[in-house]
């Protein structure tokens, strides 16, 4: 077994960010981009992170426009030529109106005050531009004794540092709906079963924001994490684990 090796540092928290975060399948952006008229001209990224969408709509648009407050996050990406990349949040950007086809949020949404940014959303946006926002909640494995240790820890350590918006599940759903500034607001769900190690799921888990700032709280992180990490062995078929990555995607058109 390889334990993941993990300090309390902000900046390496974003290097397990871009080194154990599962990318979206292929069936996502089929189907977004499915709902985008082309020939695809312009795209935006907010919360583009290290570019896990952003590479994908660099396939497909002339130009993408990334928009990712941490810079942190922005320094272990890898962005093409054809990115801009725009250290700021979404709220205070000010882009051209009018011009982007689409506007994708990927695991971000909850982050922003909708009030401010859907109106923006809808500004940038060409008359039949698309907003597609999506995020997976918390994922889980096709193995009960490894779901119950992963739950016992979010019970008894990590959901006191779990941000309220993250256990509103409706919240991206909810708010574009009741925006004056979209309508035919639709929600599908998207397969993603992702194999993973268990040293890469135990860094999934640090990669996150709740997690991550627990770690910062202990001594010695990696022995928590070692701890973990044999827990989840010890009940383990094998060493690569089924973890569900389902996916939320909510399409809504600009009015």
Excluded at 208 to 223: E, H
Excluded at 227 to 232: G, L, N, V
Aim: charged share 25%; glycine share 4%; proline share 4%.
């Amino acid at each position: 077994m390889n334990n993941v090796k993990l300090t309390t540092k902000f900046g390496e928290a974003n290097l397990n960010y871009k080194k154990f975060r599962p990318g979206y399948p292929k069936e996502l952006f089929d189907v977004i981009l499915s709902n985008v008229e082309s020939p695809y001209h312009k795209a935006i990224d907010i919360g583009a992170g290290t570019g896990i969408s952003t590479e994908i709509l660099a396939e497909y648009f002339n130009n993408v426009i990334a928009i990712e407050p941490d810079e942190k996050m922005i320094s272990v990406g890898l962005f093409p030529d054809r990115v801009t990349l725009i250290n700021d949040c979404a709220e205070n950007v000010q882009l051209p109106k009018g011009e982007f086809d689409l506007v994708t949020v990927g695991n971000a949404f909850y982050w922003m005050d909708a009030v401010q940014v859907l109106p923006l959303i809808s500004e940038w946006l060409t008359d039949k531009g698309i907003l597609a926002a999506y995020r997976y909640n918390l994922p889980m494995t096709d193995n009960n004794n490894i779901n119950k240790i992963i739950l016992n820890e979010l019970e008894e350590k990590w959901d006191v540092f779990r941000h309220d918006r993250l256990k509103d599940t409706e919240y991206t759903y909810r708010n574009i709906c009741s925006s004056p500034c979209f309508n035919n607001v639709r929600v599908s769900k998207i397969e993603n079963i992702v194999q993973l190690s268990i040293s890469s799921l135990i860094g999934f888990f640090a990669s996150t924001s709740y997690v991550s700032s627990f770690i910062k709280t202990l001594s010695n992180p990696q022995d928590y994490l070692d701890e973990i990490s044999q827990k989840i062995y010890e009940v383990s078929n094998n060493e690569m684990i089924n973890v569900d990555f389902g996916l939320e995607l909510v399409l809504a058109y600009k009015k």
